[in-house]
């Protein structure tokens, strides 16, 4: 894709999070008293937001340089959605599974997003090159992330724990990502191209460790609360 392709991409996607964050924040003062699930769900969609950016970035969609201004946003709308988690965990008396895995889980996701606000930094500063490696490579964390949340708006335990272990497919092919390509990048000449490519590609398998404890972290808290 061309710089001006690029560019203009990049600022439609801009353009959008930013209308959807709008929308997000009107909703959630109409809101008297989110619950818990609500948040948790509020909190997974901003790494959604940030999993669109970054995939964006490593499919050279968008200009990493020009992404790491919204990114840092996003990033910090994250850690007030969970701050707002916490605080709405500390008020009520019950809440949908133990404190616990709750607070694992949002520390997961929360991990989520300050990685790939990292993965944003670091393709900027090292100007990574591109390569098979790089194209659509986060899709997975955001099936990931989508079933994470379809997990927490249902009241069906069995399709909850459906939609965990789908989760936690979704991440570790992820993390198969990260194992093929690092395969391709050892078959490539040692050169500084190749060490940035291994050090983005650990970034991305750090994402997929934190997903899949954050769906292990729901899978605990159902087994204590139902089994």
């Keep these: 894709m061309d710089n001006a392709r690029i560019s203009t991409f990049s600022l439609w996607w801009h353009t959008t999070w930013k209308v959807k964050n709008m929308f997000r924040k009107l909703l959630h003062r109409k809101r008297p008293r989110p ?111 989508r079933a994470l949340r379809r997990a927490i708006a249902t009241a069906d335990t069995a399709k909850s724990r459906e939609q965990c272990l789908i989760a936690r497919h979704h991440a570790s092919r992820l993390r198969k990502r990260y194992q093929d390509g690092l395969t391709r990048v050892f078959a490539e000449e040692l050169s500084m191209d190749t060490l940035k490519k291994r050090e983005v590609l650990r970034r991305i398998d750090s994402i997929g460790s934190r997903l899949t404890e954050a769906a292990d972290a729901l899978l605990d808290g159902m087994v204590k609360r139902y089994l």
């Design 35 to 145: 619950s818990v699930a609500d948040l948790l769900i509020e909190q997974i969609m901003v790494a959604l937001d940030a999993t669109e950016l970054a995939n964006m970035v490593c499919s050279r969609e968008a200009d990493a340089q020009k992404s790491r201004k919204p990114m840092r946003s996003i990033e910090h709308e994250g850690d007030d959605a969970r701050a707002n988690l916490v605080h709405r965990m500390d008020l009520v008396f019950t809440v949908p599974l133990e404190r616990e895995d709750l607070f694992r889980a949002s520390r997961s996701i929360d991990d989520v997003t300050d990685n790939l606000r990292d993965l944003v930094r670091e393709m900027a500063k090292w100007d990574v090159p591109p390569g098979r490696w790089s194209n659509n490579a986060l899709a997975p964390a955001g099936d990931s992330l």
